[in-house]
C-alpha cells in the first residue's frame, strides 16, 4: 500500500495526540508530536534559567541551541516513542503546567523553529508518518496528502487536560487549565513565525460533541479518501 504523510493540527489539547497515537497504530505509521519538542527546548531554558516568571532571554537560548539534542525513543510498553533532552527521558516532566505556562513563548522564536521544523522534515522523509503540532499541514509538510486541523470549544479542551493533569497527580485547579488553554491558543495565533492557522486543504473536525470513536471513524474515512 502507498504510504503517506498524515499533518494533524490544531489548538491546544483538542486531542490530536490521542487521534494520531490511534492512526499511527492502526497503520503501521510512526507517530511524532512535535508538541513534545517545543516542551523539551522548554524544559532546557527552564533549567538554565533562560526563562522563569518575568524573565526571558531568548538570545542566551538561541546561543545555546547547537547543545540541545532531541531524540523520540520507541517505548514498545506505551506503544510510542518517548522525548529524550540530551539522552535524558523528560516525556513525565514536559507535559507538567510550569512548562505550559512558558512553551508558548519559546515556540515563537523563529531560531527555534527553524531547527526543530529541519529535524521534524528529516524524520518524514520516508513518508508513513503521522504528525501532530501547529504548522504541520502549513509549514512542516505543505504537501502532506491528508491534512486534520482539529478544533473543540476551550472550556472542553481545558476540561480535558484539567482530568488529564488531576490523573497525574498534579496540584492544578480548572480555571487554571483554562487560562493556560486560552493564553497558548492566542499567542499561537498571533505569533508572527508559522502562526495557527487551519491550511486550505485542511478537513476540519471539531470534536466538542464526539466520541473517541466516532472521531476516529471520521478520520479513517478521511484517510481512504486521502489514499
Ligand atoms: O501540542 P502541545 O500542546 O504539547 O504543544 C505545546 C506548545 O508547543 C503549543 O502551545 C505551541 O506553542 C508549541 N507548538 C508549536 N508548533 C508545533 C507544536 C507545538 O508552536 N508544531
Known amino acids: 500500500a502507498k504510504r503517506i504523510t498524515i499533518a494533524i493540527d490544531g489548538f491546544s489539547s483538542t486531542g490530536k495526540s490521542t487521534v494520531a497515537k490511534q492512526l499511527a497504530k492502526e497503520l503501521g505509521y510512526v507517530y511524532v508530536d512535535t508538541g513534545a519538542m517545543y516542551r523539551a527546548v522548554t524544559l ?8 522563569a516568571e518575568g524573565h526571558f532571554d531568548p538570545h542566551a537560548l538561541i546561543a545555546e541551541l547547537p547543545l540541545i539534542s532531541l531524540k523520540f525513543i520507541f517505548n514498545p510498553d506505551k506503544g510510542f516513542g518517548e522525548m529524550y533532552l540530551n539522552d535524558e527521558n523528560v516525556e513525565q516532566e514536559i507535559r507538567q503546567m510550569q512548562v505550559s505556562q512558558f512553551v508558548s513563548k519559546v515556540a515563537a522564536i523563529p531560531e527555534v523553529r527553524e531547527m526543530l521544523v529541519a529535524q521534524q522534515q528529516e ?9 501532530d503540532g501547529r504548522d504541520i499541514g502549513t509549514v512542516v509538510f505543505p504537501d502532506a496528502e491528508l491534512k486534520i486541523f482539529m478544533t473543540a470549544t476551550a472550556d472542553e479542551r481545558a476540561q480535558r487536560r484539567y482530568l488529564e493533569l488531576k490523573e497525574r497527580g498534579e496540584n492544578v485547579t480548572f480555571e487554571e ?51
Open 44 to 51: 532546557y531554558a527552564l533549567r538554565r534559567e533562560f526563562i
Open 123 to 131: 524524520m518524514g522523509k520516508g513518508k508513513g508518518i503521522v504528525m
Open 177 to 227: 487549565v483554562l487560562e493556560n488553554v486560552e493564553e497558548r491558543d492566542l499567542l499561537d495565533t498571533t505569533r508572527k513565525d508559522s502562526p495557527l492557522v487551519k491550511a486550505e486543504d485542511a478537513k476540519e473536525i471539531d470534536n466538542s460533541h464526539l466520541t473517541l470513536a466516532g472521531q476516529f471513524e471520521k478520520i479513517l474515512e478521511l484517510f481512504k479518501e486521502a489514499i
